[in-house]
């Protein structure tokens, strides 16, 4: 069962994600949210798998509330779900450790796969935005040094992340057992000092330690 809690200061969504999510068998709102400050006096009382959060809100926003959320449950997922677009929000969030970023305009269907997706220990990113990670590797970094603190098996599978494939897909394409892909994600994550799989991709590519995917 995945336990989560909703944060947007509008009830009317709330309500109508509410009624969306507890129609499935899987998921459980442990409890609802209508402020940053709000969801942070209650997620210890909620204990959530998840928490899928609204970017603007009054007084702190949601890349706010997520950096205090991961300071202080690091084992809790952040889905963002918003109506922005802004590249700096996206990023901020992401940076911060969000695990996923949907935009408000996403079908119902993939606002729930996306929680199944997060709540697996993997990311999603709204197609939209994809697009807006892909063209940031035009931003220079320094590649050299962040390739070649990564093994050669650890750059095959970072490049199946920048991809966005999952951890099955992964070892399918690489002949090796999800557990191993695990083990590998880890490490990676231990060297480049990220948090997420979307920092991960974040990183990757703005710093092209990989090729990047035709997205034509």
Known sequence: MINLMLVDDHA??????????????????????????????????????????????????????????????????????????????????????????????????????AIRTVANGESVIHPTMTKKLLNFHQQKGNPEEESTILTEREKEVLQCLVEGLSNKEIADRLFISDKTVKIHVSKIFKKL??????????????????????TK
Request: glycine share 4%; with cysteine.
């Open 193 to 214: 000092n990220v948090k997420s799989r979307s920092q991960v991709v974040i990183y990757a590519v703005k710093n092209q330690i990989v090729p990047l995917p035709n």
């Open 12 to 113: 009317i969504l709330r309500d109508g994600l509410r009624n969306l999510l507890e129609a499935e068998e899987d998921i459980r709102v442990v409890g609802e949210a209508v402020s940053g400050e709000d969801a942070l006096e209650k997620i210890k009382d909620c204990n959530p798998d998840i928490v899928l959060m609204d970017i603007n809100m009054p007084k702190m926003n949601g890349v706010e509330v997520t950096s205090l959320l991961k300071k202080n449950y690091p084992s809790t997922k952040v889905l963002i779900l918003t109506m922005h677009n802004h590249d700096e929000f996206f990023m901020s969030a992401i940076r911060e450790g969000a695990d996923g970023y949907l935009l408000k305009d996403a079908p119902s269907q993939q606002v729930i796969d």
